[in-house]
């Protein structure tokens, strides 16, 4: 369903900041295919289980009354109505990437495509395969970090910058502690199983809060990693910090050199990965509310300016749509059915997941409960936004009898506006599954053109936590 709406105006909580320069600590270099072989070689030892501490999002703020909510007809008739969709094409090829080792929960899993090759990356290990599925290079996370210093790595994220040809990694360490960090690195070459740039950021030199689930970002002169903060010894939310490096300094191993901006407001502000090489701006993402006065929000933000004099400005506008949803399920309480067992699986919150900017336009994914009031589903949420915040078009993919919950959903877009879709599927006939949803850009406008296609093979992972007779609690 295409639903089309103003943006809201620049109001009080728009704000530009000029933030604190800042240059990495530590300087570290890597070569994956050499630490792949000691592994191999020494083993290490058993490693013991743990988890990832979950951090809720706090409370969102209204929208300021002078951001008034979208005008009477403008699809405010109602949520997307589910149009009679076709299937996605079926995959061409698949095989098993890195599968998970059962010992940091949740996997967090990530990945990303160069021209010959894909790494995945989970809280627990990293993986290098060519495209056929050979497995080239498997490290332990915390390996591959190890250079700087930093421990207990979680929450990796991973893209690729085909302008210049290298992987861009990120990461946070060392979490509730006064040893916590941000972690940049960048591969030398496009061959991720080479040499990478490494490099480890202090988060709090009063060692009061710490880093936890950093997004990540670029375009042509910054890579941005933004984290949410949170007090060691009370765990309250502080800010949202923004670490915008100076991107032709890391890919050339220099110091790392960045623009360190604080936000009071935000929470996962997730910068775009921006696919237009001639961009000075790089616009910001965040979830904003979810049912203000029975719309849903965004807030929209940018970093601009000259390199060395970078700005940061919250809330240039917050694109809406009068289809609102929960920002979390009741309590944060497990939510998701599975196959097998009474125990739920945690869906987390509405985050924005991912930002990609291409041809003109802001394309971004979150989860959402459903319906607003009283959640008792999850979708996966879609949103395509002009640069100005005009919703240009939003969907879901949802189940409204609630026998299929969606989430976790990431968006990915070509040059064409060819759209993919991918996300996880739950529901208490299935184990956990990976799912996606193609829209070709030449697909009618005029309504969601996402057909769904569920992958119903289970996961290794899954495979074993089934056999060892134990359920999965957190995905």
């Known amino acids: ?204 030199a009063q060692n009061r809060n710490w880093a936890d689930y950093p997004s990540l970002g670029f375009n042509k002169d910054w890579i941005v990693v933004t984290v949410n903060m949170f007090s060691i010894v009370a765990g309250q939310y502080k800010n949202s910090s923004l670490y915008t490096f100076r991107k032709a300094n890391i890919y050339a191993g220099n110091a790392a050199t960045f623009k360190l901006f604080t936000d009071r407001n935000g929470f996962t502000q997730a910068p775009a990965v921006t696919y237009e090489n001639t961009l000075g701006t790089l616009y910001l993402v965040e979830f904003w509310n979810g049912n203000s006065g029975g719309s849903g929000y965004l807030r929209l933000s940018t970093i601009s300016g000259a390199i060395g004099s970078e700005v940061y400005t919250a809330g240039t506008a917050f694109p809406n749509t009068p289809n609102p949803w929960a920002f979390g399920p009741p309590g944060y309480a497990d939510f998701a059915p599975q196959k097998d067992s009474t125990r739920k699986i945690q869906l987390n919150d509405s985050r924005i997941i991912n930002v990609v900017y291409r041809n003109g336009s802001l394309w971004a994914a979150q989860t959402a409960f459903l319906p607003a009031n009283s959640p008792t589903r999850a979708a996966a949420q879609w949103w395509q936004l002009a640069p100005s915040g005009t919703v240009q078009q939003f969907g879901r993919v949802d189940d409204a009898a609630g026998t299929f919950f969606y989430a976790f959903p990431s968006i990915a877009v070509n040059t064409r506006n060819d759209v993919l879709l991918g996300f996880s599927s739950f529901a208490s006939t299935q184990y956990a599954s990976a799912g996606y949803a193609f829209r070709a850009a030449s697909d009618p406008s005029e309504h969601d053109a996402f057909g769904c296609f569920i992958e119903s093979r289970r996961s290794q992972l899954l495979q074993n936590v089934q056999r060892d007779g134990k359920s999965l609690g957190r995905l």
């Open 1 to 204: 369903m295409l639903l089309c709406f103003d943006p809201l105006p620049a109001n009080a909580l728009q704000q530009a900041v000029f933030g604190e320069e800042g240059v990495a600590e530590i300087h570290a270099a890597v070569n994956l295919s050499d630490l792949a072989r000691r592994e191999a070689g020494q083993p290490p030892p058993t490693s013991r289980r743990r988890v990832v501490p979950f951090m809720p999002m706090p409370p969102r703020p209204d929208v300021p009354p002078v951001a008034a909510p979208p005008a009477a007809g403008e699809g405010s008739s109602g949520p997307p109505t589910a149009p009679s969709l076709t299937p996605s094409p079926a995959p061409a090829i698949g095989f098993q990437a890195l599968g998970d080792d059962d010992t940091v929960i949740p996997p967090d899993t990530q990945g990303a495509a160069g021209p010959n090759h894909l790494m995945v990356t989970l809280n627990s290990q990293v993986r290098v395969q060519n495209k056929s599925g050979g497995i080239l290079s498997t490290v332990l996370l915390d390996s591959f970090w190890s250079s700087t210093g930093a421990t207990v790595v979680f929450d990796p994220k991973l893209t690729y910058d085909p302008f210049n040809n290298r992987w861009i990694f990120a990461a946070v360490s060392n979490p509730q502690s006064a040893n916590s960090s941000v972690l940049i690195g960048a591969s030398q070459t496009s061959d991720p199983t080479g040499n990478w740039n490494l490099y480890r950021v202090d988060v709090d």
